[in-house]
């Protein structure tokens, strides 16, 4: 059984750090949701031949079972394997969560089908099983439809990642990947090895943290008022003219105003960037978020993605208070995020065995 094409970009939020940059749990918590149903449902509307392609690979004529191993294999036709994430296998994995995303049946590691289960380099995954019954081709395609039942199962996902990358460097695996038996999981570990190997190293000892920035325009706009000396110049004007003409060169001042605020705003937001990321290892820009997403009235400037090492947290951080002093009286506000597995820093491209479906 091929994955899901369906794709949460990020788990749930952990482990806020002091200063008060980041805001409360419950908060973001929701917010994540709220941008993974909306993502979801969007990808559904958007596109349904890719929906149908994704349900087509959902359920698939069910191989030989192998083997059974601890905590095993069940040979019950209707079970699927859900996986979450894949960590290096050098060592034994605690504290996994007691319930997976199908509440009957715990979280678990599945080790690439190799001689040495445990070597280093050889990633495990990071599992529990589904009934097919719920998760089946016709029956997801139906849950995905429920907000409530997609929110709950959003959050589990969420939940078993960050109990895995509070411990561990976790390649974290899209919403809905699943697999028709165990022994296909260890084939697609063991057939991705040197690619698991490869982000697993190149993540180690990272954290993926999310910065977002907004904009009190009426503030940038006082701002730009005070500062810009063609619009100082334009309001000498204006007190100058009569009511009518004043009027007219109103309509022109708002416009050069929203413009100044629009160029400014773009320009604090590439600095902005740009400092954090002289701290992070790698980072990204994505997609701004509307208020539908947000909650907020403020436009957001920035929505950055920072890979940063635990050594750099540190400045990392005080380069963020930097730009808050910097820029918080010029009305942008920062909001910290994570840590995160790292979504954004990860790119891959997996290739399986048709046998192993």
Not at 86 to 91: H, I, K, M, N
Not at 300 to 321: C, D, K
């Amino acid at each position: 059984m091929k994955e899901m094409m369906l794709q949460a970009r990020r788990p749930a939020e952990q482990n806020p750090g002091p200063g008060g940059l980041e805001a409360p749990w419950p908060t973001q918590d929701q917010e994540q949701i709220r941008q993974e149903i909306q993502a979801t449902r969007k990808r559904i509307a958007e596109n349904q031949q890719l929906l149908s392609q994704t349900k087509a690979a959902v359920i698939k004529p069910a191989e030989a079972p192998a083997q059974p191993s601890a905590p095993g294999e069940s040979n019950e036709a209707d079970c699927g394997y859900y996986v979450y994430g894949v960590v290096d296998g050098a060592s034994t994995i605690e504290g996994l969560p007691e319930n997976g995303i199908d509440a009957a049946y715990p979280v678990y590691s599945v080790p690439a089908a190799t001689l040495h289960r445990q070597a280093s380099g050889t990633p495990q995954a990071i599992v529990s099983r589904v009934s097919l019954q719920e998760f089946g081709q016709e029956q997801l395609q139906a849950f995905l439809e429920d907000i409530a039942w997609l929110e709950s199962r959003v959050r589990v996902h969420q939940s078993v990642l960050a109990s895995v990358s509070a411990v561990r460097t976790v390649i974290p695996m899209r919403f809905c990947t699943i697999y028709r038996s165990e022994s296909g999981v260890q084939a697609m570990l063991t057939q991705n090895q040197g690619q698991f190997a490869a982000g697993l190293a190149r993540l180690d000892g990272k954290q993926e943290w999310g910065i977002k920035v907004h904009c009190d325009t009426d503030i940038l706009a006082q701002h730009v008022r005070e500062i810009s000396g063609p619009v100082q110049a334009m309001q000498a004007e204006m007190a100058a003219k009569s009511s009518g003409a004043a009027y007219f060169m109103k309509r022109k001042l708002e416009e050069v105003i929203a413009g100044e605020v629009e160029r400014l705003g773009d320009e604090y937001a590439q600095r902005s960037h740009d400092c954090l990321g002289r701290h992070a290892a790698e980072a990204v820009v994505n997609p701004l978020q509307g208020q539908e997403l947000t909650g907020r009235q403020e436009p957001m400037l920035l929505n950055g993605a920072y890979l940063v090492s635990r050594q750099n947290l540190a400045a990392f951080r005080a380069g963020l208070t930097t730009l808050q002093g910097e820029y918080g009286e010029l009305g942008l506000s920062y909001e910290m995020t994570g840590p995160w597995p790292p979504y954004n820093f990860v790119a891959l491209e997996i290739e399986e065995d048709a046998a192993h479906d």
